[in-house]
Nanobody
């Protein structure tokens, strides 16, 4: 089992950048596919980005491609989400999640939903003002 704790959220202006971090417990972090999801008020939780166990392969939702970058440091049990060019539509609670299975599906991450991930953090709020 793995426990996930997100950090780095906050209030920023449109066009600003933020870097989210997710610290994982346990010794087997490198065995998990990691992902970021977000949930805006009144909307369903949606896929943002995912990264393979090795960190070599990454998937992104079309809405964030070219602006967000997911990365991981297996030595530090941490996954990151660098968010550039933030927009008001990016306002949401951002969740870190872990999947015991290898990275799968198309590079737009359409395979991934809250049903496919095994472990979740409690989320960190990102608010982007216009």
């Amino acid at each position: 089992q793995v426990q996930l704790v997100e950090s780095g959220g906050g209030l920023v202006q449109a066009g600003d950048s933020l870097r989210l971090s997710c610290a994982a417990s346990g010794r087997t972090f490198s065995r998990y596919t990691m992902g970021w999801f977000r949930q805006a008020p009144g909307k369903e939780r949606e896929f943002v980005a995912a990264i393979s166990r090795s960190g070599v392969t990454t998937y992104y939702a079309d809405s964030v491609k070219g602006r967000f970058t997911i990365s991981r440091d297996n030595a530090k049990n941490t996954v990151f989400l660098q968010m550039n060019g933030l927009k008001p539509d990016d306002t949401a609670v951002y969740y870190c999640a872990a999947d015991t299975n290898p990275l799968y599906g198309n590079s737009d991450g359409s395979y991934y939903s809250h049903y496919t991930m095994d472990y979740w953090g409690k989320g960190t709020l990102v608010t982007v003002s216009s």
